[in-house]
């Protein structure tokens, strides 16, 4: 799908959360919020050191602020409860392509996941291209078909 500029009525919609007939569009733009959720949780859980360790000292106001440490890696905001609610919902839209359809998936799937940081896909169309060995365009006309699916079966529920 190229990218627009221009949010289009369907993402306007699904943004302030009003009802919007299912199409492609809609889909494809769920499932990529649901990715950008879903890269955007933190990827460790609780965990049992914080009540086994003490606080370190800040030694100076720049380690204060985290400015000391040249390697920092920018982190997504956590998603709120409302995305992870929508993402959970969306993913769950994937099975939904027939079990012996499972290419169709792993490209839906694979294509969804948008970094939260660069807000680009983490598989572009010629990467999946090169890790299934099929031509670029064959897996746009899949992902086309995946989302087809996913379409009608909602339609039709």
Known sequence: MPATSQPTRAIKSARQGEQHPVDAEFVVYRLEEAGRALLSLPNKGPTTKLRTSRHDV?????????????????????????????????LDWIPRIPLDRYVLRRIVGARSLISP?????????????????????AIQRWHAQGIDIIVKTMLSA
């Not at 400015?67 to 959970?88: G, H, K």
Request: aromatic share 8%; no cysteine; hydrophobic share 40%.
């Open 117 to 137: 940081v660069t807000d680009r896909h983490l598989f572009p169309w010629r990467r999946l291209a090169t890790l299934l060995g099929a031509d670029h365009k």
């Open 58 to 90: 800040v030694q100076s106001a720049i380690e204060a602020y985290g400015w000391d440490s040249v390697d920092a890696r920018l982190r997504p905001s956590a998603p709120t409860s409302a995305q992870i609610t929508r993402m959970d919902e969306a």
